[in-house]
């Protein structure tokens, strides 16, 4: 069996961050859902240029994943997914930016660990994507397990975190294999396309951009297995639970409403369903929307603008987008994966 651990990297971004900390309570004093709505749009932090999770196209519309978690919280909150507004931001300026106001909250490929969850003054609100050390091969080369690549060339970026990864994984599984490093995306996308690489190790997401970016795509796969984990989702300051709890309910509402069955092209349907948990789940009976300070029907707002999580992921990462990505860890736990939401009680 694989043998998976959590892991993380504080990076720079602790030491860029820890004198914003202490702003964190005076901007929390403000409740963040107040000046949303006084301001009538929704500030986003996202990557500036990452296909599948955030990226503008020719014409200044955002895309993605991310991009997409931010819809579902402005229809939450305002009651138009449109009403947001992107700050591209980059990994050594994120965390600043949000401390200092200039984002509402953050959604973008930033790891959850202990150091940014309680080091740096942010809070993450769940999980948008399982990320994760994985390995990419040819489809020539009949490998379908990570077991099976013993003796390989191992192509991968100079990354310790990625290389002290893949040395526990070959010692735990008594596999040896070579290490070959190419420092730099042109340098690296040139070695996998030259065909120097027997096999591309790398994060899954990663990986999945490298390969939509290959002249034929679908001459390589993504091997099932990760053998390292890092969880990727939106964070918020701390000291707003309200915030909080609104930004972290939003993203269970996608899961639960895909483990429901409830979609953007049923949801009509579903309104006159007499099952309880569909009626909760869609604010006509129960608690509603009272506890987040929401309207009642902010759920039907944001599958009716946004989808729920699968119909997100498919549409941004997977089957209907140009990424082409299995889900895997990114199901919903009902069918194998690792995605769900607390009961609405």
Not at 113 to 127: A, M
Not at 299 to 319: A, C, M
């Amino acid at each position: 069996m694989i043998r998976m651990r959590h892991f993380g990297r504080a990076g720079r971004l602790i030491a860029a961050a820890m004198f914003m900390t202490l702003l964190t309570v005076a901007h929390a004093s403000a409740f963040t859902l107040d000046q949303v709505r006084l301001r009538d749009e929704l500030l986003c932090g996202v990557a500036s240029d990452l296909p599948g999770f955030s990226k503008a196209d020719s014409e200044g519309t955002w895309h993605g994943i991310n991009v997409d978690i931010c819809r579902a919280v402005a229809a939450a909150v305002l009651g138009d997914s449109s009403k947001v507004r992107f700050v591209p931001l980059n990994q050594n300026d994120a965390i600043t930016s949000l401390l200092s106001g200039e984002a509402d909250l953050l959604s973008m490929n930033l790891g959850w660990n202990l150091s940014y969850d309680t080091s740096v003054g942010i809070h993450f609100c769940g999980v948008t994507f399982y990320d994760g050390l994985g390995f990419m091969v040819p489809v020539k080369s009949e490998i379908g397990s990570a077991l099976e690549l013993g003796n390989s060339s191992i192509c991968h970026e100079p990354v310790e975190s990625v290389e002290a990864g893949l040395d526990k994984f070959f010692a735990s599984h008594n596999l040896s294999y070579r290490k070959v490093e190419f420092a730099g995306e042109l340098a690296f996308r040139s070695a996998v396309q030259s065909a120097q690489c027997e096999v591309i190790s790398g994060n899954l997401s990663r990986l999945a951009i490298l390969r939509m970016g290959l002249p034929q795509p679908e001459s390589y796969q993504i091997l099932p297995e990760t053998i390292l984990r890092r969880p990727l989702g939106p964070a918020v300051r701390q000291g707003d639970d309200g915030w909080f709890n609104v930004v972290r309910w939003v993203l269970f509402i996608l899961k639960i409403a895909e483990d429901e069955g409830l979609t953007s092209a049923n949801l009509e349907i579903m309104k006159s369903s007499t099952d309880t948990d569909i009626r909760r789940l869609l604010g006509l009976e129960g608690i509603k929307g009272t506890g987040l300070g929401l309207s009642d029907d902010w759920v039907i707002r944001v599958i009716s603008q946004v989808g729920n999580y699968g119909e997100i992921f498919e549409r941004t990462l997977g089957r209907n987008s140009p990424i082409k990505m299995e889900r895997h860890l990114n199901e919903i736990w009902s069918r194998g994966g690792l995605h769900y939401g607390p009961a609405i009680d």
